[in-house]
């Protein structure tokens, strides 16, 4: 069973211009945030996202911006 | 990150880890081109599995690390494949138990004793403490290939290019859990969607409930004091012995209180409706103050309306504020959303225990 948290909160952008489509967030989000489309990584269900900051860390091309917390 | 690196290198107070909760799994050497590396078994020993029970309370879990570096599972060698993990014991423990029968070379990082996810959240799993590891060991000398295997619950605290920048070495994000280690190599190291995701079923919010439930019932000593604080002022027309009894029966609410909050809202986590942890608490909150008060005799609670909400508001207060807690053990809050629902929260339950609290002490003058 998945279970969703509050919607609208998490603090997550994702600058579509700066991507090339590597598709390493997907590799990384432990919550299915992103797909990627037409080689632009797309935030599907940003509602999942729990702010790790795992896809802001990795992305080579600094398009992803995470306000992580605290694991 | 080059100073970062620098730094790891000049540290003179570098820790010296205790190598005694490992000793006993040192099965042997292997000789490679770097010296000889110490070879541990897979098995799970006695001392293990009491370990792993011990740390799951709540008991030694600060301490229970393993010395860094590499060490060797099966019979490797310089084509095996390396797996970078935490030296937390009981991270260690489960990837020799998932990872039997394979051959391979684990590079062990501090992360302080602190498992993967919660390291990498805390920025010791990182990109220079991995980058440090990789040179102090030499594995460029020990290794004809150039890749890593990280768990992927280590990337919130890695940057990935940044090792190869450095190292030479392409870090590949493997599998969230490590019983799925094995289908990842056999997949040409990809990891399948399942693979990535992190779950929260049952066993894993029990697991960790184990744990809050040892946390909270300290609380439980306070709450008993309290109660026979105001029971000895308030109700003079009894002797000391049933003062005694009656705070004591008042308090058992409470024990029930703080397992519905650390057990019961973890376990029907999913079940419950509504979306805060808090709410989500506070539904069971309510169904338990309707328990004590139709059965109020049983606890010896007085037929008062002023101790009777008192207690309501106790009791609420402990189921919420233990569900609001469970939040940090959770593995799907962010913490905007979190921060959210604490500042919802807090003032609430502030406000109910003064008033609880308040009642309780109305009682003892009026």
Redesign the interface.
């Known amino acids: 069973m998945t279970m969703t948290y509050l919607r609208n909160v998490a603090k997550i952008s994702l600058k579509t211009e700066k991507c090339i489509g590597c598709g390493i967030c997907v590799n990384v989000c432990p919550h299915e945030v992103f797909i990627v489309n037409n080689r632009k990584a797309v935030l599907k269900y940003k509602d999942n996202c729990i702010e790790c900051g795992a896809c802001d860390k990795n992305c080579p091309f600094k398009a992803i911006e995470v306000k992580a917390g605290v694991g | 990150m080059e100073d970062k690196i620098i730094k790891k290198f000049n540290n003179k107070n570098e820790e010296s880890i205790s190598d005694d909760k490992i000793l006993h799994l040192v099965s042997g050497t292997i000789d490679s081109s770097i010296g000889e590396i110490k070879k541990i078994t897979e098995e799970w020993l006695m001392k293990d599995t009491l370990g792993a029970i011990s740390v799951r309370l709540g008991f030694g879990r600060d301490t229970y690390k393993v010395p860094t570096g590499l060490y060797a599972l099966g019979n490797p060698n310089s084509d095996s494949p390396v797996l970078v993990t935490a030296n937390y014991k009981l991270t260690l423990d489960y990837v020799r138990r998932d990872i039997n029968g394979l051959d391979v070379w684990i590079l062990i990082i501090d992360t302080k004793g602190v498992n993967v ?2 390291a ?3 920025g010791t799993f990182s990109t220079e403490e991995i980058i440090y590891q990789i040179k102090k060991c030499k594995l460029e000398k020990l290794v004809n290939h150039r890749e890593l295997i990280l768990p ?2 280590g ?7 940044q090792i190869l920048k450095y190292t030479g070495f392409t870090a590949h ?1 493997g599998p ?1 859990s490590s019983k799925d280690i094995k289908a990842y190599l056999k997949n040409n190291k990809k ?1 399948t ?1 399942e693979m ?3 779950n ?1 079923n049952t066993v894993d919010r029990l697991t960790v409930a184990v744990l809050e439930l040892v946390h909270s019932i300290k609380l439980l000593s306070y709450i008993f004091l309290l109660i026979l604080i105001t029971t000895i002022f308030s109700e003079v027309s009894f002797n000391g012995y049933s003062k005694f009894l009656i705070a004591l029966n008042n308090t058992i609410p409470y024990l029930v209180a703080i397992i519905i909050g650390s057990i019961f809202v973890p376990l029907l ?2 079940f419950i409706p509504f ?2 942890f808090s709410v989500k608490a506070l539904v069971l909150a309510v169904l338990w103050s309707f328990v004590v008060i139709r059965y109020k005799e049983v606890f010896m609670y007085i037929n008062d309306w002023r101790v009777l909400t008192a207690h309501v508001l106790g009791l609420t207060s402990v189921i919420v504020y233990l569900g609001l807690n469970f939040t940090g053990s959770s ?8 921060y ?2 604490t500042i919802l929260t807090i003032p609430v339950l502030v406000v109910a225990i003064f008033m609880s609290l308040a009642l309780l002490v109305s009682k003892i003058f009026i």
């Open positions: 996810w919660c990498a959240g805390k992927q619950l990337a919130p605290g890695v940057e990935a290019y994000y969230v990891a969607t990535r995701k992190v929260f986590l999913p979306k805060m593995t799907y809050v962010s913490f905007s959303g979190v959210k629902e």
